[in-house]
């Protein structure tokens, strides 16, 4: 397997403008977590999924940010508009079961917004 | 509430010197623990666990955890660092009783000299 996906794996953009971030589970994997990574935060969870639905996502910072998962294989999270305190490394992980399994990080997005 | 905290921003070991990298919690059940590695741009990867059983955990590159009930405490360690151990190492915790998401502690940045 290879792993989970995430695209783009840097992206820079200019305030005001929409950032769409995606991430590929790994086949199989009944969950899907977003987090966001800062120096000043650390590791922050966004939201987490499960079969599809989302289940928890009161670690999403405001309405600006919104994700989605169509299918079992795909989820995206959107930002709009962006803004400069947004720029930080986005990780998507994956996990069989829910908090006793080990997630499997991503390479994770490093969004600059300038 | 449920809490991790990584007391020590910074480690530095010797190579060829045992390390431990501390970690304590606070949960009101019993605690599920878990320890990640990251590398320089790379996503989180997972070392080690403890759900239930021996205190004495055995993970990844040699690395081994301790669960001490009695102090809350889940310190990682090896008994000999190689300069590759160099990395920022994250524990996390969650409440077997609860429903809440894992907490994760800062970040240990450890650095392993030649």
């Known amino acids: 397997d290879a792993g989970v996906i995430q695209s783009p794996r840097h992206e820079v953009t200019e305030m005001g403008q929409e950032v769409t971030l995606r991430c590929k589970p790994i086949?199989?994997?009944?969950?899907l977590f977003w987090y966001r990574q800062t120096m000043m935060r650390g590791l922050e969870l966004l939201i987490y999924?499960?079969?599809?639905?989302?289940?928890?996502d009161s670690g999403m910072p405001e309405d600006r940010f919104s994700a989605k998962m169509p299918n079992a294989s795909f989820s995206t999270l959107k930002i709009q508009p962006s803004e400069p305190r947004d720029s930080a490394v986005y990780f998507c992980?994956?996990?069989?079961?829910?908090?006793?399994?080990?997630?499997?990080f991503g390479p994770g997005t490093r969004l600059t917004v300038l | 509430a449920q809490s991790v905290a990584q007391p020590e921003d910074q480690v530095n070991v010797a190579e060829g010197n045992p390390l431990t990298v501390k970690c304590t919690y606070s949960?009101?059940?019993?605690?599920?623990l878990f320890w990640y590695v990251q590398y320089p741009n790379r996503g989180l990867q997972f070392l080690l666990k403890?759900?239930?059983?021996d205190n004495l955990v055995k993970g990844s590159y040699g690395f081994e955890a301790e669960f001490n009930k009695s102090q809350t405490s889940f310190h990682l360690k090896k008994p000999s660092a190689l300069v590759s151990d160099s990395a920022l190492y994250f524990c996390?915790?969650?409440?077997?009783?609860?429903?809440?998401?894992?907490?994760w502690g800062a970040g240990t940045k450890l650095i392993i000299k030649p």
């Open positions: 999924f499960n079969n599809n639905v989302p289940i928890d």
């Open positions: 403890y759900i239930t059983g």
């Open positions: 086949s199989g994997h009944d969950y």
């Open positions: 992980a994956s996990s069989f079961q829910v908090w006793t399994d080990t997630q499997y």
């Open positions: 949960v009101s059940g019993n605690p599920y």
């Open positions: 996390a915790v969650r409440d077997s009783g609860s429903n809440y998401q894992l907490i």
